[in-house]
């Protein structure tokens, strides 16, 4: 069993800063890209960022070069740090990592419950 779990959310002002983490424990073999998504009220989940195995990073248009997505291997632990934070940022934020739990069997997807921020003056 894999479980992925989110902290760093909260309030924050316009123009501020949070660094979310998300940190993947259980049953792993491997893990190959990890990832943002989030979700603001009534709207539709958006991509926001990923990190493949080999580091590479795209972006959603709507976040890049204010989020930068990091990772650990060592602790299996995803970062997402957020600059110049605007209320269209407010969103429940989700991780999401492909994990494989043995050898030889196909990575599946895994989601985090989510955090929330707020960002308001």
């Known amino acids: 069993q894999v479980q992925l779990e989110e902290s760093g959310g909260g309030l924050v002002q316009p123009g501020g800063s949070l660094r979310l983490s998300c940190a993947a424990s259980?049953?792993?073999?491997?893990?190959?890209?990890m990832g943002w998504y989030r979700q603001a009220p009534g709207k539709q989940r958006e991509w926001v960022g990923t990190?493949?195995?080999?580091?590479?990073?795209p972006y959603a248009g709507s976040v890049k070069g204010r989020f930068a997505i990091s990772r650990d291997n060592a602790k299996n632990t995803v970062y997402l740090q957020m600059n110049n934070l605007r209320p269209d940022d407010m969103a429940v934020y989700y991780c999401?990592?492909?994990?494989?739990?043995?050898?030889?069997?196909?990575?599946?997807?895994?989601w985090g419950q989510g955090t929330q921020v707020t960002v308001s003056s």
């Open positions: 999401t990592a492909d994990i494989k739990i043995e050898h030889g069997r196909p990575a599946t997807s895994h």
């Open positions: 259980g049953s792993i073999f491997s893990i190959n890209s």
């Open positions: 990190i493949t195995s080999v580091g590479t990073i």
